[in-house]
Nanobody, 124 residues
Framework: DVQLQACGGGLVQAGGSLRLSCAAS????????IGWFRQAPGKEREGVSC????????DYADSVKGRFTISRDNAKNTVYLQMNSLKPEDTAVYSC?????????????????WGQGTQVTVSS
């Protein structure tokens, strides 16, 4: 049974930081790309960042480059998203997902497994 458990969201003021965690179980971690996505009210879900387990390759949406950092802890089967210099426009429900493969991708259709979301709210 595949499970992705996301946590770490919360309420923070603009300019602040949060670290999201995504713990994966039921998959061979090295075989998957782990991605973070977000969905704001009234907007489509968008890719934020992803990391390829076997190569450590990463990718970021232009809107978060230089502010967010994705990383992984193989021993814990966990991927982190460090979010710094947060802006009100970063407010959304953030979800993590797993796509089998070894290339970075932001295509939602590539991701077979999804975790529940965690709310991030950035106040101005």
């Amino acid at each position: 049974d595949v499970q992705l458990q996301a946590c770490g969201g919360g309420l923070v003021q603009a300019g602040g930081s949060l670290r999201l965690s995504c713990a994966a179980s039921g998959i061979t971690f090295d075989d998957y790309v782990i991605g973070w996505f977000r969905q704001a009210p009234g907007k489509e879900r968008e890719g934020v960042s992803c990391i390829v387990s076997v190569t450590n390759s990463t990718d970021y949406a232009d809107s978060v480059k230089g502010r967010f950092t994705i990383s992984r802890d193989n021993a814990k089967n966990t991927v982190y998203l460090q979010m710094n210099s947060l802006k009100p426009e970063d407010t959304a429900v953030y979800s993590c997902a797993a796509a089998r493969g070894s290339l970075v991708t932001s295509l939602l259709s590539e991701y077979a497994y999804w975790g529940q979301g965690t709310q991030v709210t950035v106040s101005s």
